[in-house]
């Protein structure tokens, strides 16, 4: 199965400190990943794709191979930047997908 | 365009009742998947269904029964509501293939009391 854990729950920071959010994923073969976003009171979205390589609102997301993680970093944090943050494995045949357990990102003025 | 849309939003039961949580898309995406999001857990897999016809079990079935009669719908149904039924359900709708991404409704708050 194809499956993704976040080993945290909370990271608070203040403005303008780096952040990374950590993501550790399980696979058999070539992993594509994602990070989903949740501000306050709005759905789940999507934040950033490996596939991609982009850079969304300051944030970039590297695939480690040798370190199976895909932890999602940006170098100044935003007030704005506080929600929900899931990493998560991409659908396909017989996938349940599973996402991790969220890391919430406190970001404090 | 609303794309995909559930209802209701906002939904106060009682132990026992059953409830249904209705999930609608206007892209013909083949995947979708019901979530509940709980303090604590993350989102946790429910049902998911691969195409009209087509439902599959995910972390946490027991309790809920889905259907896929069309493949803009999908309608999750507690045949009995338990207080610890009390979430936040979330719909997802998604391309086939392992690029596709996910697309969510706006949740259905749900209490039991």
């Known amino acids: 199965a194809q499956r993704v854990t976040q080993p945290e729950k909370l990271l608070s920071v203040f403005k303008g400190a780096p952040v990374e959010l950590k993501c550790n994923y399980s696979?058999?073969?070539?992993?594509?990943l994602f990070w989903y976003v949740q501000y306050s009171r709005q759905r789940l979205q999507l934040l950033l794709r490996?596939?991609s390589r982009e850079s969304i609102k300051g944030f970039t997301a590297d695939l480690n191979k040798g370190e199976t993680s895909f932890h999602l970093k940006k170098p100044f944090a935003q007030e704005e930047d506080s929600a929900m943050y899931y990493c998560?494995?991409?659908?396909?045949?017989?996938?349940?997908?599973?996402f991790g357990k969220g890391i919430t990102l406190s970001v404090r003025p | 365009d609303a794309g995909i849309t559930q209802s209701p939003r906002y939904k106060i039961t009682e132990t026992g009742r059953q409830v249904t949580l209705m999930c609608h898309q206007t892209?013909?995406?083949?995947?979708m998947f019901w979530y509940r999001q709980d303090l604590g857990h993350g989102l946790r897999l429910i049902y998911y269904?691969?195409?009209?016809?087509?439902?599959d079990k995910g972390e946490v079935p027991d309790g809920y029964v889905v259907s896929r009669s069309k493949t803009e719908n999908f309608p999750l149904t507690l045949e009995s509501a338990t207080r610890s039924q009390t979430s936040v359900y979330f719909c997802?709708?998604?391309?086939?293939?392992?690029?596709?991404?996910?697309?969510f409704g706006e949740g259905s708050r749900l209490t039991v009391l």
């Open positions: 998560a494995p991409p659908t396909g045949a017989n996938s349940k997908l599973t």
């Open positions: 997802a709708t998604g391309l086939a293939g392992v690029t596709g991404e996910l697309f």
């Open positions: 892209w013909s995406h083949s995947y």
């Open positions: 490996h596939i």
């Open positions: 269904s691969a195409a009209a016809d087509i439902t």
């Open positions: 696979y058999s073969g070539s992993p594509e």
